[in-house]
């Protein structure tokens, strides 16, 4: 399914000068004059249009269309796309589109080739569309260039081709498409571009946010606050979010609420926290559902309520937010403002944990040791622990290595116990780290040097895998 593309037809392409109709003096009776009185005629049209007087400009546009002029005929088109002074009419739009096209007129091209690409007063047809799109874009035409660059991006109608995308984008961005010059930014920020370029990517999406592009502009933020392609610089981010934000974008509301709660680039200010937050919230953002409900769990700038927490970890546990997920299953685990329920905690740490939270893999295993809102599971225990000690989870690597040790629900392994007992051992908590280091000492007097040694190795393979994901 093709997805819709947001942007309207840049009427500012069409600012008409004498020149566009200079007379040739060569040209003989009515036609010299039609074309003397059209340079006067259509910027008025044109006008008209910008003023919204539409019936005006569309008697204007459909005499000169008449007369086979094709900026007339594009814009009697637009005019009929959009039922501006006359009742909408898309197959009428493709028609007179159609008439622009076949006298080469770029705007025309482009206009019919998303007639085309929508199947919208014509048959759907992603070729022709292509095909369209092409001719106008080797005409110069900015948002077939555009339109270029998204189809190559996403494999739309030819083969996926982001160096391809790049160079189409390219062109139109240079030609001031917003949308062509944020795309640009993005894919020079995750380096589809071929590499990462932060500084490219940052001046992109300056462009882009100096026209008003509200995404632009929350990325400048987000580039400012981490210091990529510009040095680091809170306030400056907080300018940004706050813009963006202020235009309704969620995930700057989210982080402007985040930047008001931590005082980064502002003064600490909980209630202008609580304000973006609620706001982003109530668009659905999952991330920002989950920390109001943090907020409101542990009475944070709001009173105290823990059923209220629990509405707002729901609201996005059901979008999957794994966190918040953790949360509701948290909640019920304890009883903290709903009666205690282990088997509904244990649904909703298994959700979590099957969407990688480390926290939730680590109870999980903890309820199939223990049995907790479900059967014993040794085996299920043990492989839980192991995917959060994967994680870097200190409590779930030393039970794990008590399990290898053991050879509970696991083969009894000294060199794995070691390995991660070892890794426990390094924990920041003193009580994990106290009895990992114990346990581990009392698993290492079974073990030969060269075993000890091999453990040790494991451990170091771990822990960087881990670490460098964090």
């Known amino acids: 399914m093709k997805k819709w593309i947001n942007f309207a037809f840049l009427l500012s392409t069409l600012e008409l000068t004498t020149s566009i109709f200079a007379a040739d003096m060569s040209v003989q009776g009515v036609q010299y004059f039609q074309e003397k009185l059209a340079v006067q005629k259509l910027p008025e049209a044109y006008m008209d249009v910008k003023n919204k007087e539409y019936d005006k400009a569309f008697t204007i546009y459909k005499h000169y269309a008449d007369l086979n002029m094709p900026v007339a005929q594009y814009m009697l088109g637009y005019l009929y796309q959009n039922g501006f002074g006359t009742a909408k009419d898309n197959d009428l739009a493709a028609a007179w589109y159609g008439k622009a096209n076949a006298q080469v007129f770029p705007p025309g091209e482009f206009a019919l080739g998303m007639m085309y690409y929508y199947g919208i007063g014509v048959s759907q047809g992603l070729t022709e569309a292509v095909a369209l799109f092409n001719q106008a874009a080797l005409h110069n035409d900015a948002l077939a260039q555009y339109m270029l660059g998204y189809l190559y991006a996403h494999g739309y109608g030819m083969t996926q ?44 999406f300056s462009l882009a946010a100096q026209q008003g592009s509200v995404k632009a502009k929350f990325m400048l933020g987000l580039m400012y606050s981490l210091g990529q392609g510009v040095s680091l610089d809170k306030a400056q981010a907080f300018n940004w979010y706050k813009q963006a934000a202020d235009k309704g974008l969620t995930v700057a509301q989210y982080n402007l609420g985040i930047a008001y709660y931590n005082g980064q680039g502002t003064s600490v200010n909980l209630g202008l926290a609580l304000a973006s937050l609620t706001s982003a919230a109530n668009q659905g953002l999952p991330r920002a559902q989950y920390f109001l409900g943090y907020l409101t769990f542990n ?88 995917k959060a000690a994967e994680q870097g989870m200190d409590n779930a690597q030393m039970l ?22 070892n890794l426990a051992s390094t924990s920041s908590n003193n009580e994990v780290r106290d009895a990992a280091v114990k346990l581990r000492d009392e698993v290492a007097k079974g073990m030969s040097v060269n075993d000890i040694n091999a453990a040790k190795q494991l451990s170091q393979s771990y822990f960087n895998k881990y670490s460098s994901q964090q």
């Not at 609201?315 to 949360?327: C, D, M, P, S, V």
């Open 161 to 204: 081709s982001l160096a391809t995308a790049v160079d189409w984008y390219t062109k139109a961005a240079t030609q001031g498409v917003v949308q062509a010059q944020y795309n640009l930014g993005l894919m020079y920020y995750s380096g589809e571009a071929g590499s990462r370029d932060y500084s490219k990517a940052f001046n992109w």
């Open 299 to 386: 009475g944070i700038g709001v009173t105290k309520n823990p059923q209220k927490a629990l509405e707002w970890y729901m609201k996005a546990a059901e979008q999957n937010f794994a966190e918040a997920q953790f949360a509701v299953g948290y909640v019920f685990h304890n009883g903290a403002g709903v009666l205690k329920d282990d088997h509904q905690a244990f649904t909703w740490y298994l959700t979590a944990a099957k969407a990688g939270s480390a926290n939730a893999q680590y109870m999980v295993g903890l309820f199939y040791q223990q049995g907790i809102g479900i059967l014993s599971n040794l085996q299920l225990a043990a492989y839980w622990y192991g």
């Open 400 to 421: 794990l290595g008590v399990m290898y040790a053991q050879g509970q629900g696991i083969s009894k392994d000294s060199k794995l116990a070691y390995t991660w007992l």
